[in-house]
């Protein structure tokens, strides 16, 4: 019996080269063993070379310190390149000053500026401090004046939530860009449709800095609902997931497919630059790259004099 559309020998993703380049993004843990689980994760994926590694800065500034401890332990003990997420949210500039001076002072040469979201209590709207940043633009120039950071900042391929049109959303992340930042890194999102039409305007605009695509495999599907504010969950997606909330193991399986495909069109798309969210998770992140065609290497020795 012979097929009409016969397939190939090999699997979709045998012939990736593994000319990749990726980073991946953490958040501080709230207790021992959430931090075991982290360096869990960061021990699994530092032999894939990653470009950074991010830690994330909670709404308000609620896991400053955290954060913080988080980003100097990743210098003092791995030879990995944190950035460090900081936000103008409830901080002076004198404050934010502050804490970037901490950041340089302990190595860090990276930081993922952002406007960041408000805390609880605020009626989901940003308010600025009254002695501090604007939003995320007038962060960028202040670090920017600062220190000679490398600065990441936000891009939305399907618009942030906030935004009064696609045109000044994008507007914002030129001005973000023209201050000082170094690339965007994108929202996560499901339909690629959306990331390469983003790069199409961006282009058109004038923005040639690197905009690396934001991937989340799916850890909790109700999660992703929730988090999806502005971002498109496609019917076909919904369907792979339906009846896996409460079967971790064969969710994590069919996460990994969908990412790994999403990441396989990018990849045919011209993509190279891959910026997962790993939520402290390492298996997921790490199929993906090995179906891309990475491979790990050494890991490289630990940093005795990072500061």
Not at 184 to 191: D, L, M, P, V
Not at 192 to 216: E, Q, S, V
């Amino acid at each position: 019996m012979s097929s009409s559309h016969p397939l190939p020998e090999a699997p979709l993703f045998a012939d990736l080269p593994g000319d990749i380049a990726v980073s991946f993004e953490f958040f501080p843990p709230k207790s021992e063993k959430m931090e075991a689980q982290l360096w869990d994760a960061i021990t699994q994926l530092a032999p894939l070379d990653p470009s950074f590694v991010s830690v994330t800065y909670g709404a308000g500034g609620s896991t400053r310190e955290r954060t913080h401890a988080t980003v100097s332990r990743i210098v003092q003990e791995t030879a990995l390149v944190p950035a460090a997420h900081l936000t103008c949210v409830a901080a002076s500039k004198d404050e934010i000053a502050e804490i970037a001076d901490q950041y340089w002072d302990a190595g860090v040469r990276h930081i993922v500026a952002l406007r960041g979201d408000p805390p609880p209590g605020d009626g989901g709207r940003f308010v600025p401090h009254p002695q501090g940043y604007t939003g995320a633009a007038d962060l960028v120039a202040g670090l920017r004046a600062r220190h000679d950071f490398e600065i990441s900042v936000a891009a939305y391929p399907e618009m942030h939530p906030e935004a009064v049109s696609a045109e000044a959303d994008l507007d914002n992340l030129r001005r973000k860009l023209d201050a000082g930042a170094t690339r965007a890194i994108t929202q996560f999102f499901f339909e690629n449709d959306a990331y390469f039409r983003f790069l199409d305007k961006a282009l058109a605009a004038g923005i040639t800095a690197p905009i690396l695509p934001g991937i989340m495999p799916v850890t909790n599907f109700d999660a992703i609902r929730r988090m999806s504010a502005n971002t498109e969950i496609p019917a076909w997606m919904e369907a792979m997931f339906a009846g896996l909330d409460d079967r971790p193991g064969p969710r994590a399986l069919v996460s990994a497919v969908v990412a790994a495909e999403q990441c396989r069109r990018l990849y045919a798309g011209g993509v190279r630059d891959f910026h997962f969210y790993t939520l402290n998770r390492a298996e997921q992140a790490y199929a993906i790259c090995q179906l891309l065609g990475l491979r790990p290497g050494p890991v490289p020795a630990v940093q005795e004099n990072a500061a």
